[in-house]
């Protein structure tokens, strides 16, 4: 049954649910001012699959990364009503649910949308499981993809700044079918998990404006031809017509209403508003107030997710794509990317720390994150006399190219592990400050910094960041910005608010200028990011091809 709550009544509440890399975040937020009531974090049980599926001692091959339909599920099943009990209130008050997913994460379904995975037979094949954003094994077939496009001068090759990546629908969809054809040949439709959930929800399918633009290759009402997929590969000509096709839904839509059986998973009432699927970092736009041409918002977490409106398309070499409606209604929406950024942290600072370092923050009661960070802001910029390259979960932008890796240049026998550690703060931040560049070298002006996502709970992150950039930092006030963002939308969906963008004014929240640079530091930075643009157009530009022979190298020695 429909609640009996209406769309602008005060107590209405939405529930927003933000499908992350290893774990699900359900917030709990009122329609009228966005307030969050409470949040649950479910944890995906299987989280990245890497090494090999479960139950099997097989090795995947390298650079694979896949998940579980049924954690995802589980965020359905245990997190949603974990929050709606932290919340305290009746489910009756809720109005919408709204989701969002990392994208492209895709998998691949029958008819019904039964994963693959899921079928009997299909348990112990790689090619059935849903691909992660972060499975980078297609490069080869990304390489193909866009090769032959320029070749026969696609004209939406160029919407892509001239690259398509390993990590979106087309390169991982060929890849199945090289790899695995009877699984090629099995799946009804190769549909992203943005679609996929709300599929669960509001049990119909489903497709969003965004990731069929950005992940897929739609553009001005089209996926690419019959006649080029056949000039990849003549059993490839139909995986747009046979697999992809749907009548396309815009952000902020009403997908459906909940169904009895989502009602019964996840204590939702039966026939609430369902949004229409979203990706993570362009659904924060609307929880960190950036709607509008020109503001910029980096979310910044495993990785980073630049996404910028403007009210023309413009060709920016190396972004990952611009798409009419992509990110509000009625604009041409932007986005970039750095694949590797708190990973590039984490790897470091999880994996490679002498044990006095660790029992020094234990000592401190903090994490190694936060005593590295605490030790690297007391040095003067330049002093480690390090520059690094951010790139060991390869380069998503300028340069969209997954068989890069990392380099740490001007290391000695006296530097140390907090010297690391902001060597490889700063390469991100120079990635950052490197896509900002491009976008604006290409005319497509950018007024404003925002930032959402985890890493903004490090102040010595974001300092280096704003000085680097040579800017202030807007930084969205939510803890979880994707699951807020994604109440936003099923509160346009509800109808408790017009559109995306009155939503977003009612419901986002931001502290404007939250973080100011010192430009005595920029002026030093500035001198490390001139080191850093020739190392980047070295090993990436075709100085040196050192960086391919290593992957090569390392790929036969595994294989
Ligand atoms: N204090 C910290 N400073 C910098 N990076 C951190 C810190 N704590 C965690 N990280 C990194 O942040 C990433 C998680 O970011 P988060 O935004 O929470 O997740 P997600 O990107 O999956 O949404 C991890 O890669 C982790 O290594
Ligand atoms: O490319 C993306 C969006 O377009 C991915 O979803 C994103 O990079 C993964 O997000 P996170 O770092 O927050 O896990």
Same mark, same amino acid.
């Given at each position: 049954?429909?609640?009996?709550?209406?769309?602008?009544?005060?107590?209405?509440?939405?529930?927003?649910?933000?499908?992350?890399?290893?774990?699900?975040?359900?917030?709990?937020?009122?329609?009228?001012?966005?307030a969050?009531?409470?949040?649950?974090?479910?944890?995906?049980?299987?989280?990245?699959?890497?090494?090999?599926?479960?139950?099997?001692?097989?090795?995947?091959?390298?650079?694979?990364?896949?998940?579980l339909?049924?954690?995802?599920?589980?965020?359905?099943?245990?997190?949603?009503?974990k929050?709606?009990?932290?919340?305290?209130?009746?489910?009756?008050?809720?109005?919408?649910?709204?989701?969002?997913?990392?994208?492209?994460?895709?998998?691949?379904?029958?008819?019904?949308?039964?994963p693959?995975?899921?079928?009997?037979g299909?348990?112990?094949?790689?090619?059935?499981?849903?691909?992660?954003?972060k499975?980078?094994?297609?490069?080869?077939?990304?390489?193909?993809?866009?090769?032959?496009?320029?070749?026969?001068?696609?004209?939406?090759?160029?919407?892509?700044?001239?690259?398509?990546s390993?990590?979106?629908?087309?390169?991982?969809?060929?890849?199945?079918?090289?790899?695995?054809?009877?699984?090629?040949?099995?799946?009804?439709?190769?549909i992203?998990?943005?679609?996929?959930?709300?599929?669960?929800?509001?049990?119909?399918?489903?497709?969003?404006?965004?990731?069929?633009?950005?992940?897929?290759?739609?553009?001005d009402?089209?996926w690419?031809?019959?006649?080029?997929?056949?000039?990849?590969?003549?059993?490839?000509?139909?995986?747009?017509?046979?697999?992809?096709?749907?009548?396309?839904?815009?952000?902020?839509?009403?997908?459906?209403?909940?169904?009895?059986?989502? +009602?019964? /998973?996840?204590?939702? =009432? !039966?026939g609430?508003?369902? @949004?229409?699927?979203?990706?993570? *970092?362009?659904? &924060?736009?609307?929880?960190?107030r950036?709607?509008?041409?020109?503001?910029?918002?980096?979310?910044?977490?495993?990785?980073?997710?630049?996404?910028?409106?403007?009210?023309v398309?413009?060709?920016v070499?190396?972004?990952?794509?611009?798409?009419?409606?992509?990110?509000?209604?009625?604009?041409?929406?932007?986005?970039?990317?750095?694949?590797?950024?708190?990973?590039?942290?984490?790897?470091?600072?999880?994996?490679?720390?002498?044990?006095?370092?660790?029992?020094?923050?234990?000592?401190?009661?903090?994490g190694?994150?936060e005593?590295?960070?605490?030790?690297?802001?007391?040095?003067?910029?330049?002093?480690?006399?390090?520059?690094?390259?951010?790139?060991?979960?390869?380069?998503?932008?300028?340069?969209?190219?997954?068989?890069?890796?990392?380099v740490?240049?001007? +290391?000695? /026998?006296?530097?140390? =592990? !907090?010297?690391?550690?902001? @060597?490889?703060?700063?390469?991100? *931040?120079?990635? &950052?400050r490197?896509i900002?560049?491009?976008?604006?070298?290409?005319?497509?002006?950018?007024?404003?910094?925002?930032?959402?996502?985890?890493?903004?709970?490090?102040?010595?992150?974001?300092?280096?960041?704003?000085?680097?950039?040579?800017?202030?930092?807007?930084?969205?006030?939510?803890?979880?910005?994707?699951?807020?963002?994604?109440?936003?939308?099923?509160?346009?969906?509800?109808?408790?608010?017009?559109?995306?963008?009155?939503a977003?004014?009612?419901?986002?929240?931001?502290r404007?200028?939250?973080v100011?640079?010192?430009?005595?530091?920029?002026?030093?930075?500035?001198?490390?990011?001139?080191?850093?643009?020739?190392?980047?157009?070295?090993?990436?530009?075709g100085?040196?091809?050192?960086?391919?022979?290593?992957?090569?190298?390392?790929?036969?020695?595994?294989?």
């Open positions: 049954m429909a609640p009996n709550v209406s769309a602008n009544n005060s107590s209405s509440v939405l529930v927003g649910i933000d499908f992350g890399t290893l774990s699900g975040r359900v917030v709990v937020v009122r329609a009228a001012d966005g969050v009531l409470a949040e649950a974090v479910e944890d995906y049980p299987h989280a990245v699959l890497s090494t090999a599926l479960p139950g099997s001692d097989r090795p995947l091959p390298p650079d694979t990364a896949l998940q339909p049924e954690d995802y599920r589980g965020v359905l099943r245990r997190g949603v009503p929050a709606l009990a932290a919340a305290g209130i009746g489910a009756d008050r809720v109005i919408g649910v709204g989701t969002d997913f990392t994208a492209c994460t895709v998998l691949p379904t029958t008819a019904d949308g039964t693959l995975c899921e079928l009997p299909f348990a112990d094949r790689p090619h059935a499981y849903p691909k992660l954003w499975h980078h094994a297609a490069q080869p077939e990304a390489d193909e993809i866009t090769r032959v496009a320029a070749e026969r001068g696609e004209p939406w090759l160029p919407r892509y700044g001239g690259r398509i390993a990590e979106w629908q087309f390169a991982k969809g060929l890849q199945v079918l090289r790899e695995d054809p009877e699984a090629y040949a099995r799946a009804d439709r190769w992203e998990a943005a679609d996929w959930i709300v599929w669960q929800l509001c049990g119909r399918e489903t497709r969003n404006v965004c990731t069929a633009g950005y992940k897929g290759i739609h553009q009402g089209a690419p031809s019959r006649d080029y997929l056949a000039a990849l590969d003549p059993a490839f000509a139909g995986f747009a017509d046979d697999k992809l096709a749907f009548p396309l839904s815009q952000l902020g839509a009403r997908a459906g209403g909940l169904s009895a059986e989502a +009602a019964a /998973l996840t204590g939702l =009432p !039966e609430v508003a369902v @949004a229409v699927g979203n990706v993570d *970092a362009h659904v &924060t736009a609307a929880a960190a950036t709607v509008d041409p020109g503001e910029l918002l980096a979310v910044m977490g495993t990785s980073t997710c630049h996404v910028l409106n403007s009210d398309p413009a060709e070499p190396g972004m990952c794509g611009v798409v009419r409606d992509g990110i509000v209604p009625g604009l041409w929406g932007y986005e970039a990317g750095q694949s590797g950024v708190g990973d590039i942290l984490g790897w470091f600072a999880d994996g490679f720390l002498p044990p006095e370092y660790v029992r020094a923050a234990k000592r401190a009661g903090t190694t994150h005593l590295l960070s605490r030790r690297a802001a007391a040095q003067p910029v330049g002093a480690h006399g390090l520059v690094a390259l951010d790139w060991h979960n390869g380069n998503r932008s300028v340069l969209v190219d997954h068989s890069l890796s990392g740490i240049a001007g +290391a000695t /026998l006296a530097t140390t =592990p !907090e010297d690391l550690y902001r @060597a490889l703060v700063e390469a991100t *931040a120079f990635g &950052t490197t900002v560049e491009a976008f604006e070298t290409a005319g497509v002006p950018v007024h404003g910094v925002t930032v959402a996502g985890g890493l903004t709970r490090n102040p010595f992150v974001l300092q280096v960041y704003a000085d680097v950039l040579r800017r202030p930092l807007h930084v969205t006030d939510a803890d979880q910005g994707p699951a807020l963002g994604s109440a936003i939308h099923a509160a346009v969906a509800a109808g408790a608010h017009p559109d995306i963008r009155a977003s004014a009612a419901m986002g929240r931001v404007r200028d939250a100011r640079p010192d430009l005595r530091d920029s002026a030093g930075y500035d001198r490390l990011y001139d080191v850093y643009r020739d190392l980047h157009d070295h090993f990436g530009r100085g040196s091809d050192a960086l391919h022979r290593l992957r090569r190298i390392r790929n036969d020695a595994r294989t």
